[in-house]
């Protein structure tokens, strides 16, 4: 080629460059959503998580792509799956579903924000310094239950305030469950009630507490918040009718399944607060400079109809209460 054509050929192909740059899209930021549930309990607040990303302009399809793992109750597989996430250089990690989940991700990253969402204290749990000044790459949103069991045993006492005995359903497993059941069971004294407890943290076990449901004379149970007992909600719902036994639960979840009422914080609300702090970090704040939020909103859901197979009458003082109605 000689010197003029070649001076030429690069000066059209200096014009084309920027045109051609110009006609490219960006690829989508990556999002690695980190969960030691499954997609279908854990709909709402995907949903809600998501709600608060197309609010500050991260959408789906357009300009982001969520890794979603799931880990269906199986927490020895969050290792794996989060050092997946950060093989697929996630711009940001959501953790949630298990209080394992954001270990997982600490363990597999230290550069990668991290945003959690969880009910166990995250200072106790390890994965921030402090709430005001998490430090490091993680931060998040935390939501209150180990104060709530008493007020579900006070909401069970005005539902049926001739039941004396109510049985307590805990996985010894969970972080969290021992102090919540000695809680309740001061609160059960309080109010002349007895609260003798059931453990279990297998399908198995769950069977054989409700099988020792009658020995008890308990009239009413007290299910713990539990990620396994989320995800076996349907069973222990199910039970809960074949055994005639009004039960009350942590999350509004069992409720849409067929359970008798929940109370607890709005999960959904939490996931969204969670989304608003992940579109912050994306957008170019530091995890270490968000405090751990606290989600404040708490939601009291009751099912008439399930009531009426029981044979309860729900006081018009609960309905008035209640955020959700299923009839």
């Known amino acids: 080629m000689r010197r003029r054509d070649f001076i030429t050929f690069m000066g059209g192909a200096a014009v084309g460059w920027p045109l051609a740059a110009h006609g490219q899209q960006a690829p989508p930021t990556v999002i690695g959503f980190l969960n030691g549930q499954s997609a279908e309990s854990e709909a709402r607040g995907v949903a809600a998580f998501r709600k608060a990303l197309v609010e500050n302009g991260y959408v789906e399809g357009q300009n982001l792509l969520i890794e979603y793992r799931w880990a269906g109750g199986h927490d020895d597989q969050l290792a794996e799956l989060a050092g997946d996430l950060v093989r697929h250089a996630a711009a940001l990690i959501f953790c949630s579903g298990s209080p394992t989940a954001t270990l997982a991700a600490k363990a597999a990253t230290a550069t990668i924000p991290i945003v959690f969402s969880t009910g166990i204290d995250p200072v106790r749990a390890g994965y921030v310094e402090s709430l005001n000044r998490p430090g490091g790459n993680v931060t998040g949103v935390a939501f209150l239950v180990s104060q709530l069991s008493a007020k579900r045993l006070g909401l069970l006492r005005e539902l049926l305030p001739n039941v004396m005995t109510i049985a307590g359903l805990s996985n010894p497993r969970h972080p969290r469950n021992a102090a919540d059941m000695k809680e309740a069971q001061e609160s059960a004294r309080s109010l002349g009630l007895k609260l003798p407890i059931l453990f279990a943290s297998t399908e198995n076990e769950i069977d054989a507490a409700f099988a020792a449901l009658d020995s008890l004379k308990a009239g009413a149970l007290l299910v713990g918040g539990d990620p ?40 959904a609300e939490a996931y969204y607060q969670a989304g608003l702090y992940a579109a912050r970090i994306l957008k170019g704040e530091k995890p270490s400079d968000l405090p751990v939020m606290q989600s404040t909103k708490f939601e009291l859901a009751i099912n008439l109809k399930t009531a009426k197979a029981l044979g309860i009458t729900v006081p018009p003082t609960l309905l008035a209460l209640a955020d959700e109605v299923i009839e």
């Open 228 to 267: 396994f007992f989320l995800a076996a909600r349907r069973k222990i719902v199910a039970l809960a009718a074949s055994h005639a036994m009004p039960a009350v639960y942590e999350l509004r979840d069992f409720v849409d399944d067929g359970g008798l009422m929940s109370y607890g914080s709005s999960i």
